[in-house]
């Protein structure tokens, strides 16, 4: 039998030039628009198209990349119109209590990249993480953001990202109860089974480099591993400091990787 060929998704967040006055986006997790525009060559040159995971779950593509962003940042709407212009599309996971706040995609945006076919979907309501709330309050979280979403854009939503990529026990029973389909989650990996409900996902950052995204659409074995080693590091660190003090502790190294600022 022919297996089927993994999918590579891809995990941005905004993607805008460091300091240009509109995104409040995190500089370690944002690419720059001609780093994207050069990755989107990368994709063409290597026969594949971009697509959002919603479309893949209706028509499986062969030789399909899935785009997803997080946070809904402002730079959002520019990166929908460059997969636009390449003849592709992604999934935006959006925090409905931040729609139209600085730095933010406003409901306008929204509309429009529902227009040029984009995917829209949750990120949760607020971007608290999820393992640190009651049950109720998980469930308040996306049901809130589904319904508002589907409400005023007049669309599916179907997806789930967890903030943080943080999930309490259980998360899978309580999405699917609450009508989503699956999660795309921060675990490294090539997306095997269309039909599993957790859908891993390969964060692309500032410091993310054509070669090393051009081994990310090949499927590099050596290279998916690395990148599995460096998230369980991190996973790990998350694990022995805390949420709160993880998030201190990264702001201070960053803070002296930029030298200081
Ligand atoms: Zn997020």
Redesign the pocket.
Same mark, same amino acid.
């Given at each position: 039998m022919i297996k089927p060929h993994p999918t590579t998704v891809l995990m941005y967040?905004a993607v805008s030039a460091v300091g240009d006055g509109f995104s409040r986006a995190d500089a370690h997790y944002s690419v720059g628009p001609t780093q994207f525009l050069e990755q989107l060559q990368i994709v063409r040159d290597a026969g594949r198209r971009p697509q959002s995971v919603q479309s893949l779950l209706l028509r499986p593509e062969a030789s399909a990349v899935a785009f997803t962003f !997080? !946070?809904g940042d402002v730079s959002n709407a520019w990166a929908a119109q460059a997969l636009h212009d390449a003849g592709g599309s992604g999934d935006f996971?959006v925090?409905t209590q931040t729609i139209g706040k600085t730095g933010h995609l406003s409901w306008q945006a929204l509309r429009d990249m529902t227009a040029a076919g984009m995917s829209i979907q949750s990120?949760a309501h607020s971007?608290r993480y999820l393992d640190e709330l009651t049950l109720a309050e998980v469930e308040q979280e996306l049901h809130t953001s589904k319904a508002m979403l589907e409400d005023k854009l007049g669309c599916p939503v179907e997806l789930f990202?967890?903030? &943080? &990529?943080r999930m309490p026990a259980g998360m899978h029973l309580t999405t699917t109860r609450l009508g989503y389909k699956a999660i795309c989650s921060s675990r490294v990996a090539l997306w095997h089974d269309l039909r599993s409900d957790d859908i891993p996902r390969l964060a692309v950052l500032r410091g993310t480099t054509p070669a090393q995204f051009a081994k990310w659409l090949a499927q590099d074995r050596l290279e998916l591993l690395r990148q599995r080693l460096r998230y369980g590091a991190l996973i790990s660190s998350k694990q022995l400091l805390g949420n709160t003090n993880y998030e201190r502790v990264r702001r201070g190294l960053l803070r002296l990787a930029s030298g200081g600022r």
């Open positions: 967040h !997080d !946070d996971f925090n990120h971007h990202a967890p903030p &943080g &990529g």
